[in-house]
């Protein structure tokens, strides 16, 4: 069993950035693929961002490509989403989830197996 632990919102004004991290227990990140989703209230979870299971490989959609950066730290057992220039719409509970997926970490939710509890980002404008 993985335990996946988010934590690092908050509230911020547009145009200002946040950090969110994730751990994981019972397998190390180094040994999953690592996504980032975000649900706003009445909307379907939305993929983020994701890393590979090798580090290699990170995947966002287009609505945050250029503002929004997942790394690893495998000597903490910690990932990370680095958020930049927020946007109102950016606001939402941002989910991180981890899978057994090998090469290109999955874009959707079914592709992952375990999931944090949620961290809430709100951007004011």
């Known amino acids: 069993q993985v335990q996946v632990v988010e934590s690092g919102g908050g509230s911020v004004q547009a145009g200002g950035s946040l950090r969110l991290s994730c751990t994981t227990s019972g397998r190390t990140v180094s040994q999953l693929a690592m996504g980032w989703f975000r649900q706003a209230p009445g909307k379907e979870r939305e993929f983020v961002g994701a890393?590979?299971?090798?580090?290699?490989?990170?995947s966002y959609p287009d609505s945050v490509k250029g503002r929004f950066t997942c790394t690893r730290d495998g000597a903490l057992n910690t990932i990370f989403l680095q958020m930049d220039n927020l946007k109102p719409e950016d606001t939402g509970i941002y989910y991180c989830a981890a899978s057994g997926a090998i090469g290109h970490p999955p874009a959707a939710p079914g592709g992952y197996d375990y999931w944090g509890q949620g961290t809430q980002v709100t951007v004011s404008s």
């Open positions: 890393i590979s299971r090798n580090g290699f490989i990170t």
